[in-house]
């Protein structure tokens, strides 16, 4: 029997930050608050969404699903994250592996589309302000969204189960906080070619693809902002735009220096390379969705406005 094609792995062993013990309580308080953080802010932005009328528009409903999104990405690996920090319990069963790489590699494919998604909306807003009722109507948004979540599943899909189907012959240390699909593809005892191929298809689909959709949105927006003669109205264009180009600019950058860098640079004994994936890791995995609801939130005054006039509610008696 060929035993190179079984798997003898049954869990996997997360070194996290084990090399520094001096850091591992600062790190846990500082990705526990921004755990919470992350929860409160994204699922106030949810409910204004849904509860307040002014922000029912396709902008809001884009956010809505931003911020169920980066719920759902952090959930997926920063309460595992907290446990193996606390408890030191550092391994992870092969299905919950596999589970955690599905949910980050799902999410973070379907937050690229909707950041295209919410480029194309702001070029029809400000650029076709009469036709954007028609050409952003609401069967039109919602499709848009669904079309995101099923393709960031199925690319998902295709990117877990080639990853997870490769043997591993007992090497079970991955030298990351979480699952991530390129740490597990560095313990492959095969040939992982394949999976290098669908991972070059995926990045042009969801990684540039979604960016040409932003840049060409925006070049279009610059250009028909710089033909506007009242001031009031370019400085009112733009405040619409800033929040979500912030967003873009943090989002891409991070994921790009993460996915998109040349590989070969990463040898096995170049470990502050590697500390330095797992900070930036840490960045893109935390710190970003974080900031989502912030940014909205300060650059925005309708979100603001929502969000005032639900804390300040009275309930029903």
């Known amino acids: 029997m060929d035993k190179i094609n079984q798997t003898f792995v049954l869990e996997f062993l997360l070194l996290g930050l084990s090399g520094y013990p001096k850091i591992e309580i600062i790190y846990f308080v500082l990705i526990l608050v921004m755990y919470l953080v992350i929860l409160t802010g994204n699922g106030v932005l949810i409910i204004a969404s849904i509860f307040d009328s002014r922000l029912h528009t396709p902008m ?32 992870i069963s092969f299905s919950g592996c596999a589970v955690q790489m599905f949910f980050g590699f799902a999410m973070g494919s379907t937050e690229c589309l909707l950041l295209g998604m919410m480029a194309f909306d702001r070029y029809a807003a400000i650029c076709n302000p009469l036709k954007y009722p028609i050409i952003m109507n ?3 948004y919602v499709l848009m969204a669904s079309v995101s979540w099923l393709s960031g599943g199925i690319n998902s899909i295709v990117q877990t189960s080639l990853a997870m189907r490769l043997p591993f012959c007992e090497n ?8 991530e699909i390129l740490a597990v593809l560095k313990l492959a005892c095969a040939n992982i070619s394949l999976n290098i191929i669908t991972m070059v298809i995926s990045n042009m689909a969801f990684l540039v693809l979604p960016l040409l959709v932003i840049f060409f949105s925006y070049m279009f927006i610059l250009y028909t902002i710089m033909k506007m003669n009242s001031a ?11 929040a979500h180009l912030t967003v873009v600019i943090i989002f891409y950058g991070t994921i790009f220096f993460m996915y998109a860098k040349p ?25 970003t969705p974080m900031l989502n609801p912030i940014i909205y939130s300060l650059r925005n005054k309708d979100v603001k406005a929502a969000v005032k006039y639900l804390l300040n ?4 008696q």
Do not use: M, W
């Not at 590697?274 to 995995?285: E, H, R």
């Not at 509610?313 to 029903?316: A, D, N």
């Open 232 to 242: 009031t109205g370019r400085h009112k264009a733009f405040s619409t735009c800033s």
């Open 313 to 316: 509610r009275k309930p029903i």
């Open 138 to 140: 609401k069967v039109v």
């Open 60 to 91: 809001y409903f884009f956010l809505g699903n931003l911020s169920f999104l980066d719920i759902c990405y952090t959930s997926s690996s920063v309460p595992s994250t907290l446990v193996s920090l606390i408890s030191k319990k550092r391994n």
């Open 172 to 179: 079970n240390i991955i030298n990351h906080s979480t699952c």
């Open 263 to 287: 590989r070969s640079q990463e040898l096995h004994g170049e470990d502050k390379l590697q500390t330095s994936d797992k900070l930036i890791s840490l960045f893109y995995g935390v710190v």
